[in-house]
């Protein structure tokens, strides 16, 4: 499904002469095509599934994070400029992210629903919330608030 939407968006793009647009679909389609090169060799021929491809457009956009923050303080705005506008066409693939408090009770969720008892069950935890939020939580900031939760138990 996500594969086709990115289809569709690339040719649109293209007939609006959207450039910026259409690189960056182009990106996201070409790391795609990678993973699912490197999913054949484990067997898997149908390719990554959409909820991998949410993964890789997280990953993407934390990586230009990362580049804003650098091209920030190195002083090149303009750099800057173009990775923010990249972040927002990856994320115009996403589904909705979930907000704090949300993020909050899907945690509460993941934990009551694993039986977690303690820090040994982080992995358990954080498991759950990939396989059902995938793509909708910033899992970087979720597995701190995963850790303090699971400390108090």
Do not use: C, W
């Not at 704090?100 to 069950?121: M, N, W, Y």
């Amino acid at each position: 499904m996500l594969r086709e939407e990115l289809r569709s968006a690339l040719k649109e793009a293209m007939i609006s002469k959207e450039e910026n647009k259409v690189s960056t679909i182009r990106l996201i389609i070409a790391a795609i095509k990678d993973r699912d090169i490197a999913a054949r060799s484990t067997g898997n021929l149908e390719g990554i599934s959409d909820t991998d491809i949410l993964v890789l457009l997280q990953s993407m956009i934390k990586q230009r994070n990362d580049s804003v923050e650098m091209y920030t303080k190195g002083g090149r705005k303009d750099l800057a400029d173009n990775e923010k506008a990249e972040i927002e066409i990856i994320r115009a693939f996403m589904p909705h992210q979930l907000g704090e408090e949300e993020t909050f009770s899907a945690i509460k969720e993941a934990i009551s629903s694993t039986e977690a008892t303690g820090l040994k069950d982080m992995g358990k935890v954080m498991s759950f919330l990939r396989e059902k939020y995938a793509g909708q939580i910033d899992f970087s900031t979720a597995s701190v608030k995963v850790k303090e939760q699971l400390a108090q138990l």
